[in-house]
């Protein structure tokens, strides 16, 4: 029983790993048990409680602090001998640049984003350094490797859009909860209590008549007004006379059922906080994050659905504690799920509209987790995947091409498995990442800005984090540091113009070179002048296309939340998915296009160089092994010869 | 259930997995009582993700001490040796694991297993073995069947990249929500003396060779009185012998259990770090499961090997066994 030294693959290895959550912290853990010696950790994320379920190396009392710092110390305690590297950083920092990323042998990405892991994704490529990609969702979770020219990028699938809501379904004929918590969470509670600035949709309806002359007003609170009067006349706005104003327009309601409007005098008692309540009965103590609604109403249960009146009752009391005991804060906040008051406020006024469209109504655990867009997570699947990363990153370590998996792990057992490899896919010919193929790009030149350019197609879709645009040697547009004062300006000019007004007209037929310095990525786009766009179906005013993402995948739970959560416009939600690993992909039930593509194994020529962990043990075997000699239990290829799988030995 | 509430902690520390399996499970779990024994790498990685679940209690038993093998793969243990001098496995292990989640409790108890009476395995929910002998396994599952109260009984092994789960779950009745209704599933589980010796002829074609190879490595050991892992590659001929024999005995093709599977459990004694997080990972869910009643619990055995990357259930069972 001696022991095997950790193998000279690991031994050299330098890695990069990027996130220090729920799979960084069982993935960091695992490789300083297998015998890294040299780990880079990126993270910027704090710690907070709700990690501490499944993030391990982090306690109670290391809450607030950097999680890549923390989690080196508490690996360190079981392997001081290993060098941990941590960065308390975005990894879209300039400083992580392609040379950045040059010195490690391979990256491994336990990330809670799309727009980080499309950014790490670009570097690797760039920097020509493999990637091992993950995510988790509840039960569910994938790992992924991803080798430049070998198999395909992170980006050559399309990835599920997040789900985005017309304006419409949102202001005026919601259908599902969630329409009801955009609303009451980036509509209302923005009005209310966030930056008047803002342009808010809270009021614009089709062909209405209420200017905003006077629908500022009803919003601001009237001199001497009492809470409890400005409450009820808020309520009665929003829930009452809106949905009275929406339901004058007949045509809306022809095949939909019509929503009741509620006021506050049919659900509650007049005077209700005279009667019973008491202002003071939240304020045991004086710090504005522990104001609650539910404790003042008493309130115990998180799981439970309250009625309408209750719900009522909360809407009215957070408002009341609101301008009561966080005046201060009124006027700048946004939205933050740990934010209890404003969790409160939220359900109980996206309750109230649900009732009113006859919604069924949620609790505010549930609220919660669709308007903070939680994603569920158990320690068990972020362990498991861990393990699986390392598993791959051996291999490539190794070289060993040809035994790449992604691998899926699965809540129910498909073909009898729970955890299923599958043989990676060669490229995208067509991939704008990785192959550099031209997209184009619809759009009203007439209209659209460069600034409309630069955040719908170069931010969101293309994911650029410092964007450089350019009309054949002509700048249009950059973004960096070191720019001259009279650039900057130039820029900020160019953004506000309409693209057939820039100073190098963007017309029908230009071809437009989008790059990011920082990534590496060229992208050229070619542009088609279009005059009308569908305000339900292309939101956005513009349509790219050569490279297509799925359309957003609508979840069967409702319980399950969509990511990034937010309509098109102004009700954009900002919010970042939190310190979850979100999946892209949800194999449900996976059934693999085997002849649309060909596997790794057909196109590689890699000379079975590749000798795993195991593989090296038994080499000293002199016999001609068939190692996938089940493989037919794989249904990745309905080939049953395949003479590229059988691998051997020596 | 009875009505009674999460504490506001509880809500707050298990807020991302109550997302996933309720507030009922959650609570079910904070009721069980677990029981561990062998606390190999594998067995630390499935007592870190149950005291992170929020289990009501766990219980440790073993009485070695540390050597470089068990720390190679058990986080657990502290590499310092001025703290781990003159204590065993189980107490180092439960002095990391409180610091997980205190509302979980921690502790350990010395002793033989095989000598504890049905008294003390009573006071379980679940038992999980590890490292144990054929014996061991035996007798520790009898005693739990013999049990008024259900006791989910497992064991798990890991050898070089592969690991195994065997589950004995009794009578299992769950339900399950199909569309609105909810539907109850009744499963029969075999013990794991029924499970091992079903002809190996019955069982489907296309079982994972790791099931065979184990069970003749398990008989090669027991045969040599060898402690589960005291192999190496001078017993690689003998293991072969005994997998003659057992072919033999069962007609079964020997082909079917191939030599380089068996000389990497031979040799490879040591568990492989990244594997230990699977199979651990895999038998927390699982408990957590058979605990909770919710999600469908695998039955009855389970594999991983990494050199395939693929985690297969089989259900090995049989069919002429009363049950
Ligand atoms: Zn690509």
Known sequence: ?650 | MDGEELTQQETELYDRQIRVWGVDAQRRLSKANVLVCGMTGTVAEFCKNIVLAGVGSVTLVDDGVVTEAALSANFLIPPDESVSKGRTLAELCCDSLVEFNSMVRVSVEKGDISSFGEDFFSKFDVVVISSCSLATKKLINEKCRRLLRRVAFYTVDCRDSCGEIFVDLQNYKYTKKKVDEAVEFELKYPSFEEAITTPWKRLPRRMARLYFAMRVIEKFEEAEGRKPGETSILDFPGVMKKRQELCEEESFNESQIPDYLLERLVVGTREFPPVCAVIGGILGQEVIKAISGKGDPLKNFFFFDAFDGKGIIEDISNPDAAS
């Open chain 1, 1 to 650: 029983m001696d022991s095997p030294p950790p193998l000279s693959a690991i031994k050299d290895a330098k890695v990069l790993m990027v996130g220090a959550g729920g799979i960084g912290c069982e993935l960091l853990k695992t490789l300083a048990l297998s015998g890294f010696p040299d780990i880079h950790i990126i993270d910027m994320d704090t710690i907070e409680v709700s990690n501490l379920n499944r993030q391990f190396l982090f306690r109670q009392k290391h809450v607030g602090q950097s999680k890549a710092k923390v989690a080196r110390e508490a690996v360190l305690r079981f392997r001081p001998n290993i060098s941990i590297t941590p960065y308390h950083a975005n990894v879209k920092d300039p400083d992580f640049n392609v040379d950045f990323f040059k010195q490690f042998s391979v990256v491994l990405n336990g990330l809670d984003n799309l727009d980080a892991r499309r950014h790490v994704n670009r570097l690797c490529l760039a920097a020509d350094v493999p990637l091992v990609e993950s995510g988790t969702t509840g039960f569910l979770g994938q790992v992924t490797v991803h080798l430049k020219g070998k198999t395909e990028c992170y980006e050559c699938q399309p990835k599920p859009a997040p789900k985005s809501y017309p304006v419409c379904t949102i202001t005026s004929t919601p259908s599902k909860f969630v329409h009801c918590i955009v609303w009451a969470k980036d509509l209302l509670f923005a009005k209310l209590f966030g930056d008047k600035a803002q342009d808010n949709d809270l009021n614009v309806r089709s062909g209405n008549a209420s200017t905003s002359d006077h629908t500022e007003d009803v919003f601001e609170r009237r001199k001497d007004e009492d809470i409890e009067e400005y409450g009820r006349r808020i309520y009665d706005h929003v829930f009452g006379y809106n949905i009275e104003v929406a339901l004058a327009n007949e045509e809306t309601w022809k095949n939909r059922s019509k929503p009741r409007p509620i006021y506050s005098k049919d659900v509650l008692p007049e005077r209700l906080i005279k009667q019973n309540g008491n202002m003071d009965s939240a304020s045991a103590t004086d710090n504005p994050s522990s104001v609650s609604a539910m404790a003042s109403l008493g309130m115990k249960n998180p799981q439970e659905i309250w009625s309408l009146m209750e719900n009522s009752k909360i809407f009215l009391e957070a408002l009341k504690l609101f301008f009561g005991k966080r005046k201060k804060e009124v006027g700048n906040l946004s939205f933050d799920k740990d934010d209890q008051l404003a969790v409160e406020f939220v359900t109980s006024a996206a309750n109230i509209r649900a009732s009113s469209f006859g919604i069924p109504l949620h609790s505010l655990f549930e609220s919660k987790g669709i308007a903070g867009n939680i994603v569920h997570a158990v320690a068990t699947t972020n362990a498991i995947i861990a393990g699986l990363i390392v598993i791959e990153a051996i291999k490539v370590l190794q070289k060993d091409a040809r035994s790449y998996r992604m691998t899926y792990c699965l809540e129910h057992p498909s073909k009898k498995m729970l955890l299923m490899p599958v043989e990676p896919y060669e490229p995208n010919k067509s991939c704008y990442v990785c192959s550099e193929t031209p997209l184009s790009l619809e759009i009203n030149t007439h209209r659209s800005t460069l600034r409309e350019f630069v955040d719908k197609i170069v931010k969101a879709k293309l994911g650029m984090n410092l964007p450089l645009i350019m009309h054949g040697s002509a700048l249009l547009y950059e973004v960096g540091d070191d720019l001259e004062e009279d650039m900057v300006t130039n820029y900020a000019a160019n953004l506000e113009k309409v693209l057939s007004e820039l100073p190098s007209p963007v017309t029908s037929g230009t071809l437009l070179t989008v790059e990011d310095l920082q990534q590496e990525l060229t992208c050229n786009i070619s542009i088609k002048h279009r005059e009308e766009f569908d305000e339900e179906k292309e939101p956005d005013g513009m349509v790219l296309s050569g490279w297509t993402p799925a359309p957003a995948v609508e979840k069967k739970d409702e319980n399950h939340v969509d990511n990034g959560v937010g309509t098109s416009k102004n009700i954009t939600n900002a919010e970042q998915v939190e310190t979850n690993e979100d999946l892209e992909i949800v194999p449900a039930d996976i059934e693999i296009p085997a002849e649309k593509k060909r596997k790794l194994s057909e196109i590689s020529n890699n000379d079975g160089l590749g000798t795993s962990r195991v593989a090296a043990k038994t080499n000293n075997h002199s016999k001609v092994q068939d190692l996938d000699d089940d493989d037919d239990v794989v249904f990745i290829s309905g080939g049953d010869s395949d003479p590229s799988k059988k691998r051997k030995l020596h």
